[in-house]
Nanobody, 121 residues
């Protein structure tokens, strides 16, 4: 079982930036970020392959967010720029044993506890 621990959330003004980190206790192939706003379902944000070569983003964050990973540190990052109030949510790190888990949260086997991101207008 791989444990995931997120960090880096907080309160930021619209237009600002945050970087989330997710430290894993072991190896997970695909790593992704999801988010859940109050009253809404958990939604896909970004995913990256083990090699880091392949990545995918939700349309709502494309061009503003960047996912990356450092396999030597078993850590994945989510750099979030030009933040908007609509980005406010609990952000979850997820890991999968699949080489490419994609956008479906059911393809992920490991989940972190979440970190709150609040963007004020």
């Amino acid at each position: 079982q791989v444990q995931l621990v997120e960090s880096g959330g907080g309160l930021v003004q619209a237009g600002g930036s945050l970087r989330l980190s997710c430290a894993a206790s072991g190896r997970a192939s695909s790593m992704g970020w999801f988010r859940q706003a109050p009253g809404k379902e958990r939604e896909f944000v970004a995913v990256i392959s083990w090699s880091g070569i392949y990545s995918d983003y939700a349309d709502s964050v494309q061009g503003r967010f960047t996912i990356s990973r450092d396999n030597a540190k078993n850590t994945v990052y989510l750099q979030m720029n030009s933040l908007k109030p609509d980005d406010t949510a609990v952000y979850y790190c997820a890991g999968s044993r699949a080489n490419w888990a994609g956008r479906d949260l059911h393809e992920y086997h490991y989940w972190g506890q979440g970190t709150q991101v609040t963007v004020s207008s």
